[in-house]
């Protein structure tokens, strides 16, 4: 099976432009394509993570990515999905970020000369001659045809500012210069990015005329992908600092059953045959396809030896009850208050619970056990001595942190 008609099987493409063309460049190594990366924090979630795998497929079948992260874009945040203004940042923070979402995607990607490329739109936008650019490249725009723009009618109710709405035509403006610069004749995004890609796509052949074949496609990749980069506590993100390879693991192991085949199918590299027959898996089976997805997607963002260490972990806790590679917090006197420690401040700083409110629910609810008694006194706390010997806390069936005094 060639790759693009892989990626359809595979649950990824939502629509595309020009599709002959695409299928022609894609299965035969020639595409140069790009997909944008807004640098909002210092980590990529799994959010990205329908993004990388696509590139990384992409390139195994000869075709050459440009990662685009946005340190001109994102100093004004893309209002796709969004109800209010996204914080500012400074240009320090957003050069920081998007160094570290270059080593992130080293491991999904290999860049070098004649392989992927990482560039970064603050090269052309933040320099940008504002009269000019609105002369060159915002009277190929019409506004009525962008308030009609999903992106921006979602907002428009709840408030539009001027400084949102030039995030079409920054865009835009970036496939028009990757395509001048480096041949760029693709650009892959999420679904609810397509007004913004075709803008891109008609500014090219505006400006360049007919015959410049700059092309879109999108998937099912942010609709599917911020569905699944948030949980009850927040991001899920591909920086162990942030988020442990066990809580990783653990993220996927516990995803709806309705989900498990959809992310095998999308975000894995096991063969389409491997996986057809999992589509009939029912009750036990779902729990088997969970754990290869969890070992799978882990191996691939942390490493085997990881992946390894977190699948025994989780199988120790739940068939053996040994607290061997269970995630751990370090907690000090600092944390103390009057010689005290409650369990809702444990719950957060082990990071089983958003707030010390969404804990003091979680104890309401029976949810909590510590060293495999339940608490339900949302005032329990706990002095030093309570830690000299082991201290689990359970959040949960499946939610287990052990905590440690120094």
């Avoid at 995607?105 to 001659?129: C, H, P, Q, T, Y």
């Avoid at 989900?259 to 999308?266: A, G, L, Y």
Wanted: a negative charge; glycine letters at 8%.
């Amino acid at each position: 099976m060639k790759i693009y008609e892989e990626l359809v099987e595979r649950g990824l493409i939502a629509q595309v432009t020009s599709e002959d063309e695409i299928k022609e460049l894609v299965n035969n190594g020639k595409a140069t394509f790009y997909i944008g990366f807004d640098p909002t924090a210092d980590s990529l979630h799994v959010g990205h993570f329908m993004a990388l795998c696509l590139m990384k497929r992409l390139q195994m079948a000869g075709n050459k990515p440009i990662a685009l992260v946005g340190g001109g874009t994102g100093m004004i945040g893309d209002p796709s999905g969004r109800t209010e203004l996204r914080s500012m940042m400074t240009t320090e923070q957003i050069d920081h970020n998007c160094e570290c979402f270059k080593k992130q995607m080293s491991r999904f990607i290999e860049f070098g000369e004649g392989k992927a490329m990482m560039v970064n739109n603050a090269d052309w936008l933040r320099d940008l001659n504002y009269i000019e650019f609105i002369r060159d490249i915002g009277s190929q725009f019409s506004v009525n045809k962008m308030l009609a723009a999903e992106c921006y009618k979602q907002r428009l109710e709840r408030g539009l500012n001027f400084l949102e709405f030039n995030y079409m035509l920054m865009q835009s403006y970036d496939f028009y210069m990757l395509f001048q610069k480096y041949g760029c004749n693709m650009e892959f995004g999420g679904d609810d990015q397509w007004s913004n890609m075709l803008g891109g796509t008609e500014l090219i052949r505006k400006k360049l005329g007919k015959d410049a074949h700059a092309m879109t496609i999108t998937l099912l990749l942010n609709s599917e992908g911020k569905k699944m980069g948030k949980t009850a506590k927040g991001a899920v993100w591909l920086d162990p600092a942030k988020t442990s390879p066990y809580e990783f693991y653990q993220y996927w192991r516990n995803i709806d059953d309705a989900d498990v085949i959809k992310c095998i199918k999308m975000l894995t590299f096991i063969p389409l045959e491997e996986i057809r027959p999992m589509e009939k898996w029912e009750g036990a089976e779902l729990n088997k396809a969970k754990e290869i997805l969890a070992y799978h997607l882990t191996e691939l963002v942390h490493g085997k030896e990881e992946a390894d260490k977190a699948d025994t972990a989780a199988k120790a806790i739940f068939m053996k009850g040994t607290t061997e590679n269970m995630p751990e917090t370090v907690i000090s006197e600092a944390d103390f208050e009057n010689g005290s420690i409650s369990l809702q401040t444990l719950l957060v700083l082990g990071g089983l619970a958003s707030s010390k409110t969404d804990g003091r629910r979680a104890i309401e609810q029976g949810g909590v056990s510590v060293n495999g008694e339940k608490v339900t006194d949302v005032k329990a706390e706990y002095t030093a001595d309570a830690f000299d010997e082991e201290f689990v806390i359970k959040k949960g069936k499946k939610n287990f942190r052990k905590i440690i005094f120094e």
